[in-house]
């Protein structure tokens, strides 16, 4: 009862002055919002980076040409191409599928509409080794890739910008420089991830944009996801010996290729990602340090202004600790105030900003809420403790006699 009296006494010298009282709470809002909504984007990233690397899978392994500079130019060692790809499919046991990747950018017609869509590539596993599916139609297949078929699948946005007129896009021939591509399938729509739309791709064999579209003999790069009996470390070792091998390397001479992985990949941008946030947090923090020095230069001011009132109270018996509790509670309670505000108005311009952001997930940051409440105690205590403990230590006939 005793603490419920205190509280309530805190709260009604608090609003004797409402101005005031949020004029101070104002640098606690302002900083815990902002540590609010740096910590929400932050596990809104990790979610979506999650979301994206699990849609691909984190078990795909990438080859790709290693540039080294040379002077004051870039070159690289080894140009990756199709024997490559034959070398690791003829002999990589770690891998469950395997595909040559090539990329490029093209405008497509049908009739009178064109398009500027991204054209890719890869063997009949492609869509496994990228997390996407077809919603209608179907995927090429080895044979397709063995002849340099003309077929084709389109993604939604293609469809829709190529075909105004209602006609259905299956069985259509749309026409890819001076090369007409059968359409054979429609991809499933996907979300945009790290600005690629992947509703606005073609989808070929590679042999096909290889030797009819681009009349090149080298591949962008290898993708191999490993076995799921397989770990990712055997897997890249296996890939590094066979390609090794492949392109004559001596044992001590470095790799002349890349390898990634997308495991080791997440790894790194979780790693950078958490570090940007934590000192984004820290930075936003120091406006607390401001509002926590406004709680203390407050809280001077009211002592100043009820050094009657401390007098009258210990003249009727009230003891220090009484004081001491009495002007301690009104700077926690004006600091959590502040940080319940702040929380509430962090949470809400974030979930807006998410709301006019796509590709940013709405996630709620339960440690990003303790936590502020427990910084929002310990800076009212903080702040609160030398103020309170100098109310407490006045005189009463002093403070009786102050004018």
């Known amino acids: ?53 699990s849609s691909i899978g984190t078990n795909v392994i990438n080859v790709r040409d290693k540039w080294v500079r040379d002077g004051g130019s870039w070159r690289i060692l080894h140009q990756i ?25 093209s ?34 297949d080895d044979s397709d890739v063995r002849s340099l078929a003309k077929v084709c699948l389109i993604g939604q946005t293609v469809a829709e910008k190529l075909f105004t007129d209602g006609q259905q896009p299956l069985g259509q021939t749309i026409r890819c420089g001076n090369v007409p591509l059968l359409v054979i399938g429609i991809l499933q729509p996907r979300e945009k991830q790290f600005n690629f739309d992947f509703n606005n791709l073609i989808i070929t064999p590679y042999t096909t944009l290889q030797k009819r579209l681009l009349g090149r003999t080298d591949i962008d790069q290898i993708s191999i996801a490993a076995a799921p009996t397989s770990d990712n470390d055997h897997a890249v070792e296996e890939v590094r010996q066979i390609l090794r091998i492949h392109h004559g390397l001596q044992p001590d001479d470095p790799d002349d290729f890349e390898i990634e992985v997308q495991s080791e990949t997440m790894d790194q941008l979780s790693s950078v990602l958490n570090i940007v946030v934590l000192i984004l947090s820290l930075i936003a923090g120091i406006s607390l340090i401001v509002g926590g020095v406004g709680i203390m230069n407050i809280m001077y001011v009211t002592v100043t202004e009820r050094t009657r009132e401390i007098g009258l109270r210990k003249a009727l018996g009230a003891r220090r600790s009484n004081i001491l509790t009495q002007f301690l509670s009104e700077s926690v309670v004006l600091s ?64 009786l006699r102050y004018e």
């Open 1 to 53: 009862m005793l603490f419920l009296d205190t509280i309530r006494l805190a709260l009604r010298a608090l609003m004797r002055n409402r101005t005031r009282t949020f004029l101070t709470m104002l640098g606690i809002i302002i900083g815990i919002s902002s540590v609010i909504i740096m910590m929400s984007l932050g596990s809104s990233l990790t979610h979506y980076m999650d979301n994206v690397f």
């Open 81 to 105: 191409d199709e024997s490559d790809y034959i070398a690791l499919r003829d002999n990589c046991r770690s891998a469950k599928f395997i595909s040559p990747d090539l990329t490029t950018s």
């Open 107 to 140: 405008p497509v017609v049908f009739g009178n509409n064109s398009h500027s869509a991204t054209i890719a590539s890869g063997n009949q596993h492609y869509l496994h080794l990228n997390g996407m599916s077809v919603a209608r139609g179907s995927m090429f």
């Open 336 to 399: 959590l105030a502040g940080g319940l505000l702040g929380i509430l108005s962090g949470l809400a311009i974030y979930a807006i900003a998410s709301a006019f952001i796509e590709q940013l997930p709405f996630v709620l940051n339960a440690s990003a809420i303790l936590i502020s409440f427990l910084v929002c105690t310990l800076v009212g205590i903080f702040f609160g403790w030398y103020p309170a403990r100098k109310a407490a230590a006045l005189d009463p006939i002093q403070a």
